[in-house]
């Protein structure tokens, strides 16, 4: 087993010095996100950009009709479901979808992994997100794009196994994301360029008694996303009581409510809100 892991870890600290080998964000991604950041940009511009990619046109427009963002009257045109869903959205799906697609996996055992991820990053991010709603936090879409990208090394770890014929077990994957995860990930959006407060978000993301200043910040709504993620998913795994971590005491009285299961209340409340937000995935 520590051979095997020995080799394992050879693969993963190659990609870290050769950072060509982790994935691009594709160029009509850019374009879009550039385009989405100029005032200027008109809806009928962008959603001339977005046409070039089918795939993410249908996308949009199935989240048009979706229940999480369903109207009376359904937008019939790509330019009318941009001003339906609005900018900030049309951000959030567009780099979702970039992700996944950037992370398509071949071998039927890194698939299944990166399965299992996936759902769990879409948990995690639902949980930020209603959370946040509940606190009127703005801007709401933030928050889902800065959790489902805080966990991105552990796609990445993956994608180091792409073309190898090496494919670590479940046990051995997790292992590697507690090692080499967070370093992956603030490798790989340094290259993507973007924002320096989703790079916080990685490197912040888990730890539970980080000083994060008074007020309730964007690293907070997505500490207790993860932390509520993990207990759903893996009960037994070792956690601190909630009402410890710094997050959880940074909430307003009437939320900050922890269940016997030392799950967040609020959690349980707003489990078919969740399950809504999961689905805008």
């Given at each position: 087993?520590?051979?095997?892991?020995?080799?394992?870890?050879t693969?993963i600290?190659?990609?870290?010095?050769?950072?060509?080998?982790?994935?691009?964000?594709p160029?009509?991604?850019?374009?879009i996100?550039?385009?989405l950041n100029?005032?200027?940009?008109?809806n009928?511009?962008l959603?001339?950009l977005?046409?070039?990619?089918?795939?993410?046109?249908?996308i949009?427009?199935?989240?048009?009709?979706?229940p999480?963002?369903?109207?009376?009257?359904?937008?019939?045109?790509?330019?009318?479901?941009?001003?339906?869903?609005?900018?900030?959205t049309?951000?959030?799906?567009?780099?979702?979808h970039?992700?996944?697609?950037?992370f398509?996996?071949?071998?039927?055992?890194?698939?299944?992994?990166?399965?299992?991820?996936?759902?769990?990053?879409?948990?995690?991010?639902?949980?930020?997100?209603?959370?946040?709603?509940?606190?009127q936090?703005r801007?709401?879409?933030?928050?889902?794009i800065?959790?489902?990208?805080?966990?991105l090394?552990?796609?990445?770890?993956?994608?180091?196994?792409k073309?190898?014929?090496?494919?670590?077990?479940e046990?051995?994957?997790?292992t590697?994301?507690?090692?080499y995860?967070?370093s992956?990930?603030?490798?790989?959006?340094?290259?993507?360029?973007?924002?320096?407060?989703y790079?916080?978000a990685?490197?912040y993301?888990g730890?539970?008694?980080?000083?994060t200043?008074?007020?309730?910040?964007?690293?907070?709504?997505?500490?207790?996303?993860?932390?509520?993620a993990?207990?759903?998913?893996?009960?037994?795994a070792?956690?601190?009581?909630?009402?410890?971590?710094?997050?959880?005491?940074?909430?307003?009285?009437?939320?900050?409510?922890?269940?016997?299961?030392?799950?967040?209340?609020?959690?349980?409340?707003?489990?078919p809100?969740?399950?809504?937000?999961?689905q805008?995935?």
């Amino acid at each position: 087993m520590l051979e095997d892991y020995a080799i394992y870890r050879t693969v993963i600290e190659q990609v870290l010095r050769e950072e060509e080998q982790l994935p691009s964000l594709p160029t009509i991604t850019m374009k879009i996100r550039t385009a989405l950041n100029q005032p200027s940009t008109t809806n009928k511009q962008l959603a001339q950009l977005i046409k070039a990619d089918p795939s993410l046109t249908a996308i949009l427009l199935k989240y048009a009709c979706s229940p999480l963002y369903r109207t009376r009257v359904s937008p019939k045109s790509l330019t009318e479901v941009i001003a339906h869903l609005g900018w900030e959205t049309v951000d959030r799906i567009v780099m979702s979808h970039s992700i996944k697609s950037l992370f398509i996996m071949q071998s039927p055992q890194l698939k299944k992994l990166f399965n299992i991820a996936w759902e769990r990053q879409k948990l995690k991010s639902a949980i930020s997100y209603v959370i946040a709603k509940q606190l009127q936090y703005r801007p709401l879409e933030e928050v889902l794009i800065a959790s489902l990208i805080s966990d991105l090394g552990t796609l990445a770890v993956l994608s180091a196994f792409k073309s190898r014929k090496e494919v670590p077990s479940e046990t051995t994957y997790y292992t590697l994301c507690k090692e080499y995860s967070k370093s992956l990930g603030i490798v790989l959006l340094k290259k993507w360029s973007v924002s320096d407060h989703y790079i916080e978000a990685v490197r912040y993301s888990g730890q539970w008694q980080e000083d994060t200043g008074e007020t309730l910040k964007l690293i907070d709504l997505i500490n207790l996303g993860l932390f509520s993620a993990i207990r759903i998913h893996s009960p037994k795994a070792e956690l601190p009581l909630i009402n410890t971590i710094t997050a959880f005491r940074k909430l307003p009285a009437k939320l900050a409510v922890a269940s016997n299961n030392n799950e967040l209340e609020l959690v349980n409340q707003h489990k078919p809100d969740i399950g809504l937000a999961m689905q805008s995935f």
